[in-house]
């Protein structure tokens, strides 16, 4: 059983910057795709970023391109979201994900929510004006 916790969520002023963190537990990650997802109050989960099993290929959705970085380290186990300039457009709850196949390439379909198998429990991020 694969365990994703998410942190690093809070309370930042809008042009501020925060740091995720998503750490996995229960079985090795090690050759999956992870991705950042997002749910902001009354709206559905939507794609923020996926990251491919290597490391080597990114995929943002398009509002936060340039804004934040997915990043990950197969030795911590661990995935990273690096958001700089935000926006109260980024408050959302914000969830990782793994898909439990191997050694596939990322490509749009990463957008969807199907392509993922585990999810952590999510953590806030609030950004005020």
């Known amino acids: 059983q694969v365990q994703l916790v998410e942190s690093g969520g809070g309370l930042v002023q809008a042009g501020g910057s925060l740091r995720l963190s998503c750490a996995a537990s229960g079985r090795s990650f090690t050759f999956s795709t992870m991705g950042w997802f997002r749910q902001a109050p009354g709206k559905e989960r939507e794609f923020v970023a996926a990251?491919?099993?290597?490391?080597?290929?990114?995929l943002y959705e398009e509002s936060v391109k340039g804004r934040f970085t997915m990043s990950r380290d197969n030795a911590e186990s661990a995935v990273y979201l690096q958001m700089n300039s935000l926006k109260p457009e980024d408050t959302a709850v914000y969830y990782c994900?793994?898909?439990?196949?191997?050694?596939?390439?990322?490509?749009?379909?990463?957008?969807?929510?199907?392509?993922?198998?585990?999810w952590g429990q999510g953590t806030q991020v609030t950004v005020s004006s």
């Open positions: 990251i491919s099993w290597s490391g080597d290929n990114t």
């Open positions: 994900a793994t898909d439990r196949r191997i050694f596939r390439s990322i490509s749009d379909s990463n957008y969807s929510e199907k392509e993922y198998h585990y």
